[in-house]
């Protein structure tokens, strides 16, 4: 039971006293402190912290004025349990919450006495019980200058349990505040005048508002049940931590003031806040402001599901950008985000992304992230990702008109990153026109919204909403200092002096040259580092500085290998660095490294924050992944795009005169290289640990995909043959389009003019089958059916008709599949025929089988079945030293549907028997569907049922 004491302090608050708190020094202290650590501002916020008790205690005096108040709060006190304290009366903007008991010695907040305030005459009553299984938040984004507590709290409290209400206007808070638990005003400010902010409330058992001065607070509360106002500005990661803590007092029974009290004590207990000097102790604890009307309980609520951190979710601040970005996409549609290298658009863009997705910005795997490409390349991944077989057997026309159903369907945001990479606007399908009037699509959908990133405004895109990515402000700056000097205790020491905030001022808040400067602080002074920035001119080439300096640590011989790891598209792929250390034409600085050699050499780059490891989870379906594809995944690391230029250039500074040749050897050698590479991941997929394979070609794609289309570019037809190998894996599993595209890019280079296919007896040839064929695939396997027939057409007027070869054969067979397709039965006839005819003639078997599988089933759709029979039963003599079981498969449930169609129960489960054999007869049944994907034909089910399973 709370003993509750209500104290009037009249319309105006107490009458003056010695010892009032100095409110000017106060704000200073809980919000400006942090940013001014040293010297004067070191001297002062000691000064204030210790005046905080003088004030305490001055308040305390000044409330606790008579004999019978000073009796009521001893009563309560020595009763031993929790104490409410009510301070009713007009705000007159003293902090209550730092009343301070003399004689105990401690704040009243944290010392079991929930302090609240009241307007004259409340009497709070019990508190209300308020139904509900599920803590509903509602969180208003009000642009202020207080940090949007949502985004550190989501990663607590649950994405499903918050939701940010859009447009963040009155009259959608009129339509949607009913049913929620909490109302949260994020972001500093409320979206309207009080008493109308007050009146759309309606009667909302808690509102949390952050910047919200007393009077505003007070003038909610007439509303709301309770009013928690963050009134000074609170480091967003400890105003998350009070909320969640909060919450879950809400969850587990607690009233509402409890919950503050709990809070509270949190912040208490973890006193360190980011500033400068590193973790700065700050009593901010009296922040939170209760307003109270009519406690509450929540007694159904249950426990939410915590949800993990994304392993990628570091992003520091940017709220400024963040409110842009919704004001922009909520209204626009759309919006560019532009500015250097290194700036953190891509990052930027990524954050706002889960953000967006997890407070339903977009549906449920509706971010979709596209590297920049033209128009028909943005349209395959928004249509690909979300439209299926469809999407994929449409033409170019038909895409777009799909694309823009979608977008007026499904609540989608698509990010298209890094438009600056592409060679030239002018170079896309249509020209600059067709992704601007794509992008203009997008953006007037009814739901749909297009987020780019790019180096520069990019003016040929129209009238698109465009935001300046510039450095990190003072406080993200610092908080990101923490989190890169968090792991160098050796640091801690430095960040004391002055020459630190010096060297934060010269970085300017620019995040890739903070990680690469900021860690020498473990064995070198501020001064230093200002040296070397000043070396390059501040402010005129932070990274070309930051990037020299991390050099310095490395030799020469470091430096060029670095230089070589630049020299990779994606990720830099250890072991095939070190196939290139074995051949002769290495330079010599790389000469007899093995993987484990470059491992420590590119973990020494780690150090410097010239390189990232790259993870990729080992754990497979059988277990921990072994062999050769385990060490794939262990030797991979990521180079930032913005510094490779500037790892060239200093490898070209280290090698001096033979630069030249050194760089064009060694780009000659990654060819070779990755191609050896690449037949091992290759021979991985197929016959080692595939689904281990598999990850690492996901994440290994960019850097194999470019150095391929160094090969085409390089005239290397054999390297480029052998790297296409492993691609085709992709495109032919989600990347279709990718492929297309590749295949296209690949023909362009290999065919003289007119379309003329290289003779096919050469490593140009056989580069261009191997392309044409593998795109003809995909076009069958998608329903492209007139595109397949084209590549099919393509390949055999390339093939000489003499000798007859395997690759003829199988042509000649495909022609069959795209005509049978097109219900041209008569051709089919003719060229499943024709295969056969050439198959038999080199006695190539899977040929055999095929074609007379297929003239089966030409045969069954003109209802021939005698003849269909005969051609299966061919197919099934011709498969059968092959062994082929999906081929037996095939027929044997071609001979069932012949079986069937006669009414021949006998015959037909003859067939399935066969089929499934050796299962016993009561698996008869489920055999046949694993096998085939289809329940027993019900003329072989009802046999199989007479004669007992």
Same mark, same amino acid.
């Given at each position: 039971?709370?003993?509750?004491?209500?104290?009037?302090? !009249?319309?105006?608050?107490?009458?003056?006293?010695?010892?009032?708190?100095?409110?000017?020094?106060?704000?200073?202290?809980?919000?400006?402190?942090?940013?001014?650590?040293?010297?004067?501002?070191?001297?002062?916020?000691?000064?204030?912290?210790?005046?905080?008790?003088?004030?305490?205690?001055?308040?305390?005096?000044?409330?606790?004025?008579?004999?019978?108040?000073?009796?009521?709060?001893? $009563?309560?006190?020595?009763?031993? =349990?929790?104490?409410?304290?009510?301070?009713?009366?007009?705000?007159? !903007?003293?902090?209550?919450?730092? #009343?301070?008991?003399?004689?105990?010695?401690?704040?009243?907040?944290?010392?079991?006495? $929930?302090?609240?305030?009241?307007?004259?005459?409340?009497?709070?009553?019990?508190?209300?019980?308020?139904?509900?299984?599920?803590?509903?938040?509602?969180?208003?984004?009000?642009? !202020?200058?207080?940090?949007?507590?949502?985004?550190?709290?989501?990663?607590?409290?649950?994405?499903?349990?918050?939701?940010?209400?859009?447009?963040?206007?009155?009259?959608?808070?009129?339509?949607?505040?009913?049913?929620?638990?909490?109302?949260?005003?994020?972001?500093?400010?409320?979206?309207?005048?009080?008493?109308?902010?007050?009146?759309?409330?309606?009667?909302? @058992?808690?509102?949390?508002?952050?910047?919200?001065?007393?009077?505003?607070?007070?003038?909610?509360?007439?509303?709301?049940?309770?009013?928690?106002?963050?009134?000074?500005?609170?480091?967003?990661?400890?105003?998350?931590?009070?909320?969640?803590?909060?919450?879950?007092?809400?969850?587990?029974?607690?009233?509402?003031?409890?919950?503050?009290?709990?809070?509270?004590?949190?912040?208490?207990? &973890?006193? %360190?806040?980011?500033?400068?000097?590193?973790?700065?102790?700050?009593?901010?604890?009296?922040?939170?402001?209760?307003?109270?009307?009519?406690?509450?309980?929540?007694? !159904?609520?249950?426990?939410?599901?915590?949800?993990?951190?994304?392993?990628?979710?570091?992003?520091?601040?940017?709220?400024?950008?963040?409110?842009? *970005?919704?004001?922009?996409?909520?209204?626009? %549609?759309?919006? *560019?985000?532009?500015?250097?290298?290194?700036?953190?658009?891509?990052? #930027?863009?990524?954050?706002?992304?889960?953000?967006?997705?997890?407070?339903?910005?977009?549906?449920?795997?509706?971010?979709?992230?596209?590297?920049?490409?033209?128009?028909?390349?943005?349209?395959?991944?928004?249509?690909?990702?979300?439209?299926?077989?469809?999407?994929?057997?449409?033409?170019?026309?038909? &895409?777009?008109?799909?694309?823009?159903?979608?977008? =007026?369907?499904?609540?989608?945001?698509?990010?298209?990153?890094?438009?600056?990479?592409?060679?030239?606007?002018?170079?896309?399908?249509? =020209?600059?026109?067709?992704?601007?009037?794509?992008?203009?699509?997008?953006?007037?959908?009814?739901?749909?919204?297009?987020?780019?990133?790019?180096?520069?405004?990019?003016?040929?895109?129209?009238?698109?909403?465009?935001?300046?990515?510039?450095?990190?402000?003072?406080?993200?700056?610092?908080?990101? $200092?923490?989190?890169?000097?968090?792991?160098?205790?050796?640091?801690?020491?430095?960040?004391?002096?002055?020459?630190?905030?010096?060297?934060?001022?010269?970085?300017?808040?620019?995040?890739?040259?903070? &990680?690469?400067? *900021? @860690?020498?602080?473990?064995?070198?002074?501020?001064?230093?580092?200002?040296?070397?920035?000043?070396?390059? %001119?501040?402010?005129?080439?932070?990274?070309?500085?930051?990037?020299?300096?991390?050099?310095?640590?490395?030799?020469?011989?470091?430096?060029?290998?670095?230089?070589?790891?630049?020299?990779?598209?994606?990720?830099?792929?250890?072991?095939?660095?070190?196939? #290139?250390?074995?051949?002769?034409?290495?330079?010599?600085?790389?000469?007899?490294?093995?993987?484990?050699?470059?491992?420590?050499?590119?973990?020494?780059?780690?150090?410097?924050?010239?390189?990232?490891?790259?993870?990729?989870?080992?754990?497979?379906?059988?277990?921990?992944?072994?062999?050769?594809?385990?060490?794939?995944?262990?030797?991979?690391?990521?180079?930032?795009?913005?510094?490779?230029?500037?790892?060239?250039?200093?490898?070209?500074?280290?090698?001096?005169?033979?630069?030249?040749?050194?760089?064009?050897?060694?780009?000659?050698?990654?060819?070779?290289?990755?191609? +050896?590479?690449?037949? &091992?991941?290759?021979?991985?997929?197929?016959?080692?640990?595939?689904?281990?394979?598999?990850?690492?070609?996901?994440?290994?794609?960019?850097?194999?995909?470019?150095?391929?289309?160094?090969?085409?570019?390089?005239?290397?037809?054999?390297?480029?043959?052998?790297?296409?190998?492993?691609?085709?894996?992709?495109?032919?599993?989600?990347?279709?389009? +990718?492929?297309?595209?590749?295949?296209?890019?690949?023909?362009?280079?290999?065919?003289?003019?007119?379309?003329?296919?290289?003779?096919?007896?050469?490593?140009?040839?056989?580069?261009?089958?191997?392309?044409?064929?593998?795109?003809?695939?995909?076009?069958?396997?998608?329903?492209?059916?007139?595109?397949?027939?084209?590549?099919?057409?393509?390949?055999?007027?390339?093939?000489?008709?003499?000798?007859?070869?395997?690759?003829?054969?199988?042509?000649?067979?495909?022609? %069959?599949?795209?005509?049978?397709?097109?219900?041209?039965?008569?051709?089919?006839?003719?060229?499943?025929?024709?295969?056969?005819?050439?198959?038999?003639?080199?006695?190539?078997?899977?040929?055999?089988?095929?074609?007379?599988?297929?003239?089966?089933?030409?045969?069954?759709?003109?209802?021939?079945?005698?003849?269909? +029979?005969?051609?299966?039963?061919?197919?099934?003599?011709?498969?059968?030293?092959?062994?082929?079981?999906?081929?037996?498969?095939?027929?044997?449930?071609?001979?069932?549907?012949?079986?069937?169609?006669?009414?021949?129960?006998?015959?037909?489960?003859?067939?399935?028997?066969?089929?499934?054999?050796?299962?016993?007869?009561?698996?008869?049944?489920?055999?046949?569907?694993?096998?085939?994907?289809?329940?027993? @034909?019900?003329?072989?089910?009802?046999?199989?049922? +007479?004669?007992?399973?």
């Amino acid at each position: 039971m709370v003993d509750r004491l209500l104290f009037d302090v !009249g319309d105006d608050g107490p009458a003056p006293f010695a010892g009032s708190p100095d409110l000017p020094d106060l704000r200073w202290y809980l919000e400006d402190y942090r940013r001014v650590p040293y010297g004067v501002g070191a001297a002062r916020g000691a000064e204030v912290s210790a005046e905080l008790a003088e004030w305490g205690e001055a308040l305390f005096a000044a409330v606790l004025t008579t004999h019978d108040r000073r009796a009521a709060y001893q $009563a309560a006190r020595a009763g031993g =349990g929790p104490v409410e304290l009510v301070i009713r009366g007009r705000e007159a !903007g003293l902090p209550w919450e730092l #009343l301070r008991d003399p004689e105990r010695g401690r704040f009243l907040v944290l010392d079991g006495v $929930a302090v609240v305030r009241a307007a004259p005459g409340t009497d709070p009553g019990p508190p209300a019980s308020v139904p509900g299984d599920r803590l509903r938040v509602l969180s208003v984004l009000s642009r !202020g200058d207080h940090p949007i507590v949502a985004r550190p709290l989501l990663e607590r409290l649950g994405g499903d349990a918050l939701v940010v209400l859009r447009p963040p206007t009155l009259a959608r808070l009129r339509e949607a505040a009913a049913g929620f638990h909490v109302v949260h005003f994020d972001g500093g400010g409320l979206p309207g005048p009080a008493e109308e902010v007050a009146e759309a409330l309606g009667d909302v @058992p808690l509102v949390i508002a952050n910047g919200c001065p007393p009077e505003a607070a007070a003038t909610l509360a007439g509303a709301a049940g309770s009013v928690v106002a963050l009134p000074y500005r609170l480091d967003p990661a400890a105003a998350a931590d009070f909320l969640s803590c909060l919450y879950d007092r809400l969850i587990a029974g607690d009233t509402v003031a409890g919950a503050v009290t709990a809070g509270r004590e949190r912040l208490a207990a &973890r006193p %360190g806040r980011p500033s400068l000097r590193g973790p700065l102790r700050l009593d901010d604890w009296l922040v939170p402001v209760h307003h109270l009307r009519r406690d509450a309980r929540f007694p !159904g609520l249950r426990a939410h599901k915590a949800e993990p951190a994304p392993a990628r979710e570091t992003f520091v601040g940017r709220d400024d950008l963040f409110h842009e *970005l919704e004001d922009h996409l909520h209204h626009r %549609g759309a919006a *560019l985000l532009h500015g250097p290298p290194g700036i953190g658009k891509t990052e #930027l863009a990524e954050a706002f992304g889960r953000w967006w997705a997890r407070t339903g910005g977009a549906e449920p795997g509706g971010v979709v992230r596209h590297r920049a490409s033209g128009p028909d390349g943005v349209v395959a991944a928004l249509g690909l990702s979300h439209l299926g077989a469809e999407f994929a057997r449409a033409g170019r026309d038909r &895409r777009r008109d799909l694309v823009r159903r979608l977008l =007026g369907e499904r609540r989608l945001l698509l990010i298209l990153d890094g438009l600056d990479t592409l060679d030239s606007l002018d170079s896309l399908d249509d =020209g600059p026109a067709a992704l601007r009037d794509l992008v203009a699509d997008v953006a007037a959908s009814e739901r749909g919204a297009v987020l780019i990133t790019s180096r520069t405004p990019e003016p040929r895109l129209g009238d698109l909403p465009r935001i300046e990515v510039a450095g990190l402000n003072a406080d993200d700056a610092t908080e990101y $200092a923490d989190r890169l000097l968090a792991g160098v205790p050796q640091a801690a020491a430095r960040r004391q002096r002055w020459l630190f905030s010096d060297l934060m001022a010269a970085l300017a808040g620019h995040p890739l040259a903070m &990680r690469l400067i *900021l @860690p020498r602080l473990a064995d070198t002074e501020p001064e230093e580092l200002l040296d070397a920035l000043r070396h390059r %001119g501040l402010g005129r080439d932070l990274l070309g500085a930051g990037v020299h300096h991390a050099l310095a640590y490395l030799s020469a011989d470091e430096r060029r290998r670095l230089g070589a790891a630049a020299l990779f598209p994606g990720v830099v792929i250890t072991d095939v660095l070190a196939v #290139l250390s074995r051949f002769w034409s290495a330079p010599d600085a790389f000469r007899g490294l093995g993987p484990a050699a470059w491992r420590s050499e590119l973990d020494r780059a780690v150090a410097t924050g010239l390189l990232t490891r790259v993870r990729v989870s080992t754990e497979t379906s059988q277990g921990l992944g072994t062999g050769p594809a385990l060490a794939m995944a262990l030797g991979m690391y990521a180079v930032h795009p913005a510094l490779r230029p500037y790892l060239v250039e200093e490898w070209r500074a280290a090698g001096q005169r033979g630069f030249d040749q050194e760089y064009a050897t060694t780009r000659f050698a990654l060819l070779e290289a990755t191609a +050896e590479f690449a037949e &091992r991941l290759h021979h991985q997929l197929t016959e080692g640990d595939a689904e281990l394979a598999d990850r690492v070609l996901r994440v290994q794609y960019d850097s194999l995909a470019g150095v391929f289309g160094s090969a085409l570019d390089g005239r290397q037809w054999r390297s480029a043959r052998r790297i296409a190998t492993v691609l085709t894996t992709r495109w032919s599993d989600d990347l279709d389009d +990718e492929g297309r595209a590749w295949t296209a890019r690949g023909r362009r280079a290999l065919e003289f003019a007119g379309g003329l296919a290289p003779a096919l007896d050469g490593p140009a040839g056989e580069l261009w089958f191997a392309l044409v064929a593998g795109d003809a695939e995909r076009h069958l396997a998608a329903g492209r059916l007139a595109e397949a027939g084209g590549a099919y057409r393509d390949l055999l007027a390339a093939l000489p008709e003499r000798p007859a070869d395997a690759r003829l054969a199988a042509v000649q067979h495909q022609l %069959g599949r795209v005509t049978e397709e097109l219900g041209e039965w008569d051709e089919a006839e003719k060229w499943y025929r024709t295969s056969l005819a050439t198959g038999e003639e080199i006695d190539y078997r899977p040929v055999m089988a095929g074609s007379c599988h297929g003239l089966g089933r030409v045969a069954c759709e003109r209802g021939r079945l005698d003849e269909a +029979e005969r051609w299966f039963r061919r197919s099934l003599d011709a498969n059968g030293r092959l062994g082929d079981r999906r081929m037996t498969t095939a027929t044997c449930r071609q001979l069932v549907r012949v079986a069937e169609a006669r009414g021949d129960a006998e015959a037909a489960l003859d067939w399935v028997v066969r089929c499934v054999a050796p299962a016993g007869p009561g698996e008869i049944g489920d055999r046949w569907r694993e096998l085939t994907g289809e329940p027993l @034909p019900p003329l072989v089910r009802d046999l199989v049922a +007479e004669e007992g399973g």
